[in-house]
């Protein structure tokens, strides 16, 4: 499953669930949807008001969640599933159980230094399944440093393909941010792509095109650009994976394999 092949797929499925139906089918469609996955929409809006799959795949919160309070509070930005957590160790670290990858590559060119920084730090893996809440949200206070827009496969995310197939997460398509805290340490925020993700939207950074034409890296660099915790700033178009890299003892995290988490959720403390 090539490239072209996956891109393909997920352009034709991108086009499907961006067109608009007249209502009656557009209804049908997404109920549809809804049952087939099973989504529990009690903090959204009717099935029926979306006007495109789309909208139904990117809604937003009705009632927003409200964030804990406590500067020292770690969240989780995401409605997802934990598939890996621990610390990165001589470069290294787990797409899932057993199955372990370079973060120089995952990075890219344009963060090698931030490799030595996130040394002895931990990761965590954040999967979010077609029927999770697809919004992504700052998990503590971060000054964005810097984006890459690395272009890649379109390869799913699942577990199946997690425990067979090495380097999932460097084949695929994915937005590498670079951060620092509040203390000036590192914080790394990737953002995977996979099948049927027409895009992975970027708030502050309109310039990233995901599952496009665009076959090079795009590094894009801020000055003074500061997200709160809580703060929205993207949504995959479909279900897929936000990994998070701190450096060593800036975080203590309290999370556990497969562990389904929600967005607002306490994760642990930041020091």
């Known amino acids: 499953m090539g490239k072209h092949f996956t891109s393909v797929i997920s352009s034709n499925f991108g086009k499907f669930a961006s067109k608009e139906f007249p ?42 969640r409200e964030v804990p309070p406590g500067k020292s509070v770690l969240i989780s930005g995401v409605d997802a599933r934990i598939t890996d957590a621990g610390t990165v160790t001589e470069g290294k670290a787990y797409q899932i159980k057993g199955m372990s990858y370079s973060i120089e590559k995952l990075f890219g060119e344009h963060h090698k230094e931030a490799v030595a920084k996130v040394e002895g730090g931990e990761f965590i893996n954040f999967y979010l399944s077609p029927k999770d809440y697809h919004r992504y949200h700052m998990p503590m206070d971060l000054k964005i440093l810097s984006l890459t827009h690395i272009p890649g496969k379109l390869y799913p995310v699942n577990f199946p393909l997690l425990r067979n197939m090495p380097d999932l997460f460097i084949e695929n398509e994915r937005v590498v941010i670079e951060c620092e805290d509040k203390k000036g340490r590192i914080q790394m925020l990737v953002l995977v ?17 995901t599952n496009s034409e665009i076959r090079e890296p795009r590094h894009y660099t801020y000055e003074d650009l500061w997200l709160e915790r809580g703060e929205l700033f993207g949504w995959f178009e479909m279900g897929s994976t936000v990994l998070t890299f701190s450096k060593k003892g800036s975080i203590v995290p309290e999370v556990a394999i497969n562990q389904k988490v929600s967005y607002t959720d306490v994760l642990g403390k930041i020091k």
């Open 23 to 64: 209502s009656l089918i557009q209804h049908f469609i997404n109920v549809c949807y809804v049952k087939m996955m099973g989504l529990d929409m009690h903090e959204f809006r009717e099935p029926s008001s979306y006007k495109t799959l789309n909208k139904l795949f990117t809604r937003a919160l009705e009632t927003p």
């Open 193 to 209: 792509g996979a099948l049927n993700v027409g895009k992975m939207v970027v708030t502050f950074e309109e310039r990233v095109q």
